[in-house]
């Protein structure tokens, strides 16, 4: 990461703006895939990597947000927010799924969090309205 932030300064200083913008988008860009057990495997990797911004992609409009029994009805930038101050305070070095469920419309699934020297209980509970999946409930609990 550090080196392509760097590469990305020497075009920038080059004046090849166009094409470092199209290499950090490349770099943070977000595909989201609609069915089935897949939704929660891009997913993973961004609660893993501790990247707020690509999780967020996945979170409805107005979702259940609990952060270590603080809980709140949030927009979708408010739930970035809190999230990115949590993976702020306690760094994420990895995230397993342990378990799933779901019906054809909803999909559950819980996972253990490792970061910052403290293990985590992730709950993420989606709901699949016109075809695509979204985080309805997300729940990050000390374990």
Same mark, same amino acid.
Not at 21 to 28: D, E, I, Y
Not at 78 to 104: C, L, W
């Given at each position: 990461?550090?080196?392509?932030?760097?590469?990305?300064? @020497?075009?920038?200083?080059?004046?090849?703006? @166009?094409?470092?913008?199209?290499?950090? &988008?490349?770099? +943070? $860009?977000?595909?989201?895939?609609?069915?089935? /057990? /897949?939704?929660?495997?891009?997913?993973?990797?961004?609660?893993?990597?501790?990247?707020?911004?690509?999780? $967020? @992609?996945? =979170?409805?409009?107005?979702?259940?947000?609990?952060?270590?029994?603080?809980?709140?009805?949030?927009? *979708?930038?408010?739930?970035?927010?809190? &999230?990115?101050? =949590? =993976? /702020?305070?306690? +760094?994420? *070095?990895?995230?397993?799924?342990?378990?799933? @469920?779901?019906?054809?419309?909803?999909?559950?699934?819980?996972?253990?969090?490792?970061?910052?020297?403290?293990?985590? &209980?992730?709950?993420? =509970?989606?709901?699949?309205?016109?075809? +695509?999946?979204?985080?309805?409930?997300?729940?990050?609990?000390?374990?």
């Amino acid at each position: 990461m550090k080196y392509l932030r760097i590469a990305i300064l @020497a075009l920038l200083l080059s004046g090849q703006m @166009a094409l470092a913008q199209n290499m950090l &988008v490349r770099k +943070t $860009s977000t595909e989201v895939p609609t069915s089935g /057990d /897949d939704v929660f495997v891009p997913i993973s990797k961004y609660i893993a990597a501790g990247n707020s911004e690509a999780l $967020s @992609a996945w =979170f409805s409009d107005n979702l259940e947000i609990a952060v270590l029994a603080r809980e709140s009805d949030a927009s *979708r930038a408010q739930a970035r927010q809190i &999230v990115k101050s =949590f =993976f /702020d305070t306690y +760094t994420p *070095r990895s995230f397993d799924i342990t378990h799933t @469920a779901g019906r054809a419309n909803m999909k559950y699934a819980l996972g253990n969090l490792k970061a910052g020297g403290e293990t985590f &209980v992730v709950t993420i =509970f989606m709901s699949c309205k016109d075809n +695509t999946y979204k985080i309805q409930q997300l729940k990050i609990e000390r374990l």
